[in-house]
């Protein structure tokens, strides 16, 4: 080694830290994104079958799981989980004393 690597703290979402526009929904929609495809292997579909059950082509069932989510809302995530029998609560709560940023979490329960 040539040297000591520069280490960074992160700040707990990555795209914050990157510097990508709205980090706090784009930390959701890969959550979301990342449940779905959990589901998916879970259950052992094939990406046709996924595509048929969620309404939309093997192509964005692809984008999906590989990550590549221009193409989805949070609400579009929504209603895949839906679809694949599972149901999607929100809830709303004060933010802590603590001084830092309010933030979007998502936390799949069993």
Same mark, same amino acid.
Request: aromatic letters at 4%; hydrophobic letters at 45%.
């Given at each position: 080694?040539?040297?000591?690597?520069? *280490? %960074?703290?992160?700040?707990? #979402?990555?795209?914050?830290?990157?510097?990508?526009?709205?980090?706090?929904?784009?930390?959701?929609?890969?959550?979301?994104?990342?449940?779905?495809?959990?589901?998916?292997?879970?259950?052992?579909?094939?990406?046709?079958?996924?595509?048929?059950?969620?309404?939309?082509?093997?192509?964005? *069932?692809?984008?999906? *799981?590989?990550?590549?989510?221009?193409?989805?809302?949070? %609400?579009?995530?929504?209603?895949?989980? #839906?679809?694949?029998?599972?149901?999607?609560?929100?809830?709303?709560?004060?933010?802590?004393?603590?001084?830092?940023?309010?933030?979007?979490? *998502?936390?799949?329960?069993?």
């Amino acid at each position: 080694m040539h040297g000591a690597a520069k *280490v %960074e703290a992160s700040s707990g #979402n990555v795209f914050a830290d990157i510097g990508v526009a709205k980090p706090e929904a784009a930390l959701a929609k890969a959550e979301l994104a990342r449940q779905i495809d959990y589901i998916i292997r879970a259950r052992r579909l094939k990406q046709v079958e996924v595509a048929k059950i969620l309404g939309v082509d093997q192509g964005k *069932v692809s984008a999906l *799981v590989r990550g590549r989510l221009a193409g989805f809302s949070t %609400e579009r995530l929504f209603r895949f989980l #839906n679809a694949l029998g599972h149901d999607v609560e929100i809830v709303v709560k004060k933010r802590p004393r603590s001084g830092k940023r309010a933030h979007v979490t *998502v936390i799949a329960s069993g």
